[in-house]
């Protein structure tokens, strides 16, 4: 299916990704400077890594504000059936609680709910199209790069799933979810 819709240097992002999980320390970031750059502001993420401690932190904190403010304002633009409040409470209370687990450093709970943030918006945004089982295929043809953030977003939940080994669990967590936070403030 992914060969239809990306190009060449799209395709390189499967190899990017599974390539971040295997690394550890520099070469971990390194690739996901370029899986941003490829999905997307190029130039924009190394912004948030490429700089001392005490700016890197400052610097992540002001993402994960504007992740926020974008999903509070996706959440206020599309979610207009009232039947509906409860889930959008929910989401905002998640929204909340991952802001807050992410600052007291603790990944596996803010991964865990990043994803299901993420997991979210294509209910906000499709209605019951954003929940078929086909909706990766369906984000594919509206965008190549808006398909591959799901598509990695689906990877993140395997990974989060499997428990499988993962060097520096912690540190690949953090970089992820800061990863996927920046992909979804791009769109």
Known sequence: ??????????????????????????????????LADLLGNPGEFSFYLDCAEDQRLIRTFHLLRVFRENVELLVHKTWVNEADEKPKQILFEDLKVFIEDYRESRMGSAFRRFVSIARTIPSLL??????????????FRIDPKFGLFFWLVGELEKQMRSGEDIVEKDALYQLETLLGAYILSCF
């Open 1 to 34: 299916m992914l060969d239809a819709y990306l190009s060449d240097s799209e395709k390189r992002t499967l190899e990017l990704f599974h390539a971040l999980v295997s690394e550890k320390g520099a070469a971990r970031e390194s690739y996901a400077i370029r």
């Open 126 to 139: 499709f209605g019951s199209a954003g929940r078929a089982p086909d909706f990766l295929e369906y984000a």
